[in-house]
């Protein structure tokens, strides 16, 4: 059976999310496209033997569609991802589930009325094959007890409309779901330093910055937010445990030996370095959906993410360590 998908939104990540249904993922099918740039919403629907919609709310209610994916403006994804809850379709949401805490729990409440998972959130990362291997060797126990975590979320250059909010609200936000994911704890504690600033960085824009993240059993994480680093997309974690330390690497598949030098190449963007990870997040959404069984992150992980990151915000404004008080998690996502 293939599964016939519809897409609200078809900017730059929307389309990355056709193409790889379109040439990558196996049992999928894009039968439907929407945006509110018409013009290019239409080339893509013709190019790729579509239907265009006019609205995300007409593309939900299609007979045709059986399951919805969400990568439009960050406002807009609450309420069709409510929509889709609606109509008891199955929704892929690129991050963020909401711009506000009070939308992603409108939508978690949504989902335990109807008692049933619909949702996922696009945290790709949990489907790479490094981070993969450090939860398996954290669950392991092989190395002790989890201690500290060392991190850093490094990028090549950022434009004038990235500014310093949106280092903790779009780009640490995957670190802070994906080392939830891997210590199986939650954060109770957040705190921002501001170091020297980058004179490659622009007015708006404080760079680097260091969220510090204080979980349960007390494991503390570092995460270096570097966004004009200017060298290459250079994404770390390390993990020290009791009894060793294990760390993330960016995978290279080939060395150059050249002029007395002897180095592997850097991805230069999060496409290059989470490429198949994203292919295996689609493959396998697509897959628990046709087993009519959700498994990757939650509206709930949505949520958390977003409680977590507005008090990184808040302990940046106030250079104070804030708590971070998250609801009783409801008995549908444990």
């Excluded at 013709?46 to 569609?65: C, D, M, N, R, Y």
């Excluded at 409510?82 to 949504?110: M, Q, S, T």
Aim: aromatic letters at 8%; a negative charge; hydrophobic letters at 40%.
């Amino acid at each position: 059976m293939e599964l016939k998908i519809g897409v609200i939104g078809t900017g730059a990540i929307g389309q990355d999310h056709i193409r790889r249904f379109t040439n990558k993922v196996k049992g999928a099918k894009v039968v439907a496209v929407t945006d509110i740039h018409v013009e290019r919403a239409e080339q893509i629907a013709q190019e790729i033997g579509a239907k265009f919609v006019g609205t995300g709310e007409e593309l939900i209610s299609l007979p045709e569609v059986d399951a919805v994916v969400v990568t439009s403006w960050d406002p807009t994804h609450e309420q069709y991802v409510l929509e889709a809850i609606h109509h008891n379709k199955y929704v892929f949401c690129e991050k963020p589930l909401a711009v506000e805490i009070e939308g992603c729990k409108r939508i978690v409440d949504a989902e335990v009325r109807l008692g049933k998972r619909l949702v996922q959130v696009g945290f790709m990362r949990r489907y790479d094959r490094g981070y993969m291997e450090l939860k398996e060797i954290i669950d392991s126990g092989k190395l002790g007890a989890v201690l500290m975590l060392h991190c850093a979320h490094r990028n090549v250059s950022s434009g004038e409309n990235y500014d310093t909010p949106m280092a903790i609200v779009n780009s640490a936000v995957h670190e802070i779901d994906v080392l939830r994911w891997l210590l199986n704890e939650d954060y109770v504690a957040a705190q921002v330093i501001m170091p020297k600033k980058t004179s490659n960085t622009h007015e708006k824009l404080h760079d680097p910055q260091v969220l510090i993240l204080e979980t349960e059993s007390g494991i503390h994480i570092d995460v270096e937010i570097f966004v004009n680093c200017k060298y290459g997309y250079d994404i770390k974690c390390e993990v020290v445990c009791e009894d060793g330390v294990v760390s993330l690497s960016n995978p290279s598949y080939s060395s150059i030996r050249t002029a007395g030098k002897d180095f592997t190449g850097i991805p230069m963007d999060w496409e290059q370095r989470f490429e198949i990870a994203y292919e295996q997040e689609l493959q396998l959404w697509v897959d628990s959906v046709k087993a009519d069984e959700m498994n990757g992150p939650t509206a709930w992980d949505g949520y958390v993410a977003s409680v977590t990151t507005t008090a990184g915000t808040e302990a940046r404004e106030t250079g104070k360590r804030v708590e971070i008080k998250i609801d009783q998690c409801p008995d549908l996502y444990k």
